[in-house]
């Protein structure tokens, strides 16, 4: 039986990273985990969300099989993963990043970068901006809270006035591009898109997929068999 990728977020963010993953490796067998009991990630604690990711992967390994895990959530990847490889060394692991360095690296002068409150506080984002942003570069660091449950729950009433508000804060920044820092953010792309129409949005999910074809390669791990089967788990359901 061919092992598995496990790809595990708080809701249906993560969906626009599994979707890159399999484009790129259409013969692996995935599980996606949808940990819609603990959404959203981006409000927890530190130890709560080390706790509640800790499970998920446990059962992940053990349960379903899995060669390697997906963080498809900056929440959990920012919080979580360098403790995450130390618990599980045998495990690969790969996590999602803001493209910050993207946004860098193709020489914008205005980046926001949207994400929850807890990616934005993080260490790793302090890191990111420090080892990327130029002398003539501005990154402006926008916490977005309730915005990613929001979207879990499709409610419109609910994004607009929170995408109104960051567009009137930002209105005399002159933001040229725009970091999706979460993994949620891309599926209402359109609709940030409309608020600030003179700005390129970013987000690392094609980075992510080739980050794992990468490590996959690299341990000789991939799949030559499989019909690209996904399994579709709701914590709700468990």
Excluded at 13 to 32: A, M, N, S
Excluded at 93 to 103: H, I, L, S, W, Y
Excluded at 122 to 138: F, G, I, P, T, Y
């Amino acid at each position: 039986m061919n092992k598995k990728i496990g790809v595990l977020d708080s809701g249906i963010g993560g969906t626009t990273v599994l979707d890159k993953i399999v484009e790129l490796l259409p013969k692996e067998e995935y599980v996606y985990y949808a940990d819609t009991k603990n959404n959203p990630y981006g409000e927890k604690s530190d130890a709560e969300l080390y706790r509640i990711v800790k499970d998920v992967v446990t059962f992940l390994i053990r349960k379903k099989n899995c060669k390697m895990i997906v963080l498809a959530c900056n929440t959990a990847t920012t919080k979580c993963m360098k403790r995450l490889k130390e618990e599980f060394p045998d495990m690969l692991f790969v996590g999602t990043v803001p493209a910050v360095k993207a946004a860098c690296d193709k020489h914008y002068k205005h980046t926001l970068v949207l994400a929850t409150p807890a990616t934005i506080e993080s260490e790793r984002m302090a890191e990111l901006v420090h080892d990327n942003k130029a002398a003539n570069q501005e990154i402006i660091l926008c916490p977005c809270p309730g915005l990613a449950h929001a979207i879990e729950e499709n409610n419109e009433e609910k994004i607009t006035p929170i995408l109104e508000k960051i567009q009137l804060e930002m209105k005399d920044k002159k933001i040229d591009s725009i970091v999706l820092g979460c993994t949620h953010y891309p599926l209402i792309k359109e609709r940030i898109a409309s608020f600030f129409p003179d700005a390129e949005l970013l987000d690392g999910s094609l980075g992510v997929a080739q980050e794992v074809k990468r490590q996959l390669e690299s341990h000789n791990l991939l799949s030559q068999t499989s019909t690209g089967n996904i399994e579709y788990i709701d914590s709700e359901g468990i």
